[in-house]
């Protein structure tokens, strides 16, 4: 039996400027339904980090004026995604979905996941040379996040411009 729960990527990594969508995906016991209201939060800076979304009374953070988006579909799919258009090097961060449900005898439950997605961006498209390489060879999608067991593992592309080594660290690579 699902439980309170909340899924988000652990990171993602996106090119300034274009658009990046955040995912979000929830569940809740199937006793409380039917839910009279589900209410969506985006917190940056982590579990504690301030607010820059709230969907149901559309407030959204001076920094992000015009570039949020809900693209997920709450009451459906269970789903809490946003998209930030026009992403830009200082919108890195670690970002937290916060979901609040009214349930049937009109109490309220919220929860939020303890650790959210970092998010990085860098300069570059997915059209340079240097990205454009990176992708699989058919036809430049990515795949799909693989299901399993009720969670969603999603499979992480991310790039940028090499590092140079610290002295005496070990690289993943």
Request: aromatic fraction near 10%; hydrophobic fraction near 30%.
């Amino acid at each position: 039996i699902p439980g309170y729960a909340i899924t988000q990527p652990g990171s993602l990594s996106a090119p300034a400027g274009g658009p990046v969508t955040l995912p979000c995906n929830f569940t809740y016991p199937p006793d409380i339904e039917p839910v009279g209201d589900v209410r969506v939060y985006w917190r940056r800076g982590g579990f504690h980090g301030e607010f820059i979304y709230n969907h149901t009374e559309r407030f959204t953070h001076p920094d992000y004026g015009g570039r949020i988006v809900l693209v997920g579909d709450p009451r459906g799919s269970r789903t809490a995604s946003i998209r930030i258009d026009r992403l830009r090097e200082s919108d890195a961060s670690e970002y937290v979905c916060q979901v609040r449900v009214q349930e049937k005898k009109s109490r309220w439950e919220q929860w939020r996941g303890v650790t959210g997605t970092n998010l990085t961006s860098f300069q570059g498209t997915l059209d340079s040379p240097a990205v454009s390489s990176l992708l699989p060879p058919h036809g430049g999608k990515l795949p799909a996040p693989r299901t399993g067991r009720g969670t969603q593992k999603w499979s992480q592309l991310a790039w940028g411009a090499p590092r140079k080594p610290t002295p005496g660290a070990s690289t993943p690579f």
